[in-house]
């Protein structure tokens, strides 16, 4: 299937580049690595309760693993992004994938809380190199359709999220920590793939340079660019700390506030994970369609009022909320991201590192945070408070309009 699309046509109208330039075998493959890469990161927040016990952590020290995971994670992937976009590295995906490898081997031997953290490390190191790439490489196969291959891409992180605590659950919870390394296997599955994947990025990569370079951003100032950077960078850092206190204190909130047993937990959470990858697939494809700047309205504002609704809801309006809160607050992410790649054309490695960085560091140090109100306050007021952070959807009404829906 052809991928080299004039570059004039690009350039006028990059939201409406026929189908027929899309590369879905490289979408879905991106796609699926995507998801072993992030079935593998759903690990640590799914053993949680395990290793609380066995190593009897505090909720400050299970902030601090998520912390030291999310950290290395996020600070290398902007100069990862803004370093490739010079100098590309088609190769550096199935490298990175050995970093993830390396770090589940030693998650299921390690016997000490430093330990712990150093393996957390390399779980990140090998994510921060993998994300930025991996979404150069889907925007390459999109055949113009930016939006749908962002949400394809994404959905196959957030299905490898759902999916993570389901296997934990199956696999490694209630039975000995070495069963960890059964994740290993999704690792060298990735391997790989991404060694086919990089193959085909090495051979079109001159095409896609050709493409990006004749591209036009918007007609706005540097100060402009930078104020809407800034709005969206907010919207993130609203999103995220949302989604951190759901995705590392769920099960804790769900076993202190219901008394439920660590395993129905991790159902509660597959169902919440799941809701997040349904609305992230729909995300993209709606704002290719209706506009993103109005995707990101209704996802994040229109999150508000069942967000505060959930720390008063009972066992069974706790579920229904929590599916509600993440399909809608889901299909923001692939908007905000191909939104602020429009911005600044030509550098699409930085401002993915750039936002799947925000996206992690904000997670890391939000979850470390919270686990500290959580000692002091208690879970439930973790979720009180977070509550109002959707509400932050209204800065929305400050981003520029610098898009055309698309009509067909």
Request: hydrophobic share 55%; aromatic share 12%.
């Amino acid at each position: 299937m052809s991928t080299v699309l004039p570059a004039s046509v690009n350039a006028a109208h990059p939201s409406t580049v026929p189908a027929s330039g899309t590369v879905m075998h490289i979408l879905g493959a991106v796609a699926f690595v995507h998801l072993l890469n992030d079935l593998i990161q759903a690990l640590l927040p799914s053993i949680y309760p395990m290793l609380k016990a066995q190593f009897n952590l505090s909720f400050t020290e299970v902030g601090l693993i998520t912390l030291t995971f999310q950290c290395t994670a996020s600070m290398l992937q902007p100069w990862i992004g803004l370093y490739t976009d010079r100098r590309p590295i088609p190769f550096l995906l199935p490298a990175a994938m050995c970093f993830t490898l390396a770090g589940v081997l030693m998650l299921s031997v390690v016997a000490t809380f430093p330990a712990l953290l150093v393996a957390s490390a390399l779980i990140g190191v090998g994510s921060s190199a993998f994300h930025p790439e991996a979404s150069r490489v889907a925007r390459m196969a999109s055949g113009g359709r930016f939006g749908f291959a962002q949400s394809l891409f994404q959905v196959g992180g957030n299905t490898g999220s759902a999916l993570g605590p389901l296997l934990a659950a199956g696999v490694v919870v209630g039975r000995a920590q070495g069963n960890i390394a059964w994740f290993a296997l999704f690792a060298v599955v990735a391997i790989a793939v991404l060694y086919r994947i990089s193959r085909w990025y090495q051979a079109h990569l001159q095409t896609f340079k050709r493409k990006a370079g004749a591209a036009d951003g918007p007609k706005l100032s540097r100060r402009q660019v930078v104020g809407a950077l800034s709005v969206l960078a907010l919207l993130v850092f609203s999103k995220f700390i949302y989604m951190s206190s759901l995705t590392s204190y769920y099960t804790f909130y769900l076993m202190a506030q219901f008394g439920l047993p660590v395993a129905s937990t991790q159902l509660y959470l597959f169902l919440f994970l799941a809701a997040v990858a349904a609305g992230t697939f729909l995300g993209g494809p709606i704002g290719d369609r209706i506009g993103r700047k109005r995707v990101i309205w209704i996802s994040i504002l229109g999150a508000a009022p069942f967000t505060l609704a959930l720390p008063y809801a009972s066992l069974y309006w706790c579920a229904v909320l929590t599916v509600v809160i993440g399909f809608v607050l889901s299909s923001a992410f692939s908007a905000i991201v191909v939104f602020a790649q429009e911005l600044v054309p030509g550098n699409v490695g930085m401002i993915s590192g750039i936002f799947f960085g925000l996206m992690f560091g904000i997670s890391g140090i939000s979850a470390a945070a919270l686990g500290k109100v959580a000692d002091a306050a208690g879970i439930n007021y973790v979720f009180q408070l977070c509550s109002f952070l959707p509400l932050l959807g209204i800065l929305t009404v400050l981003l520029p309009n610098v898009e055309e829906p698309r009509q067909s």
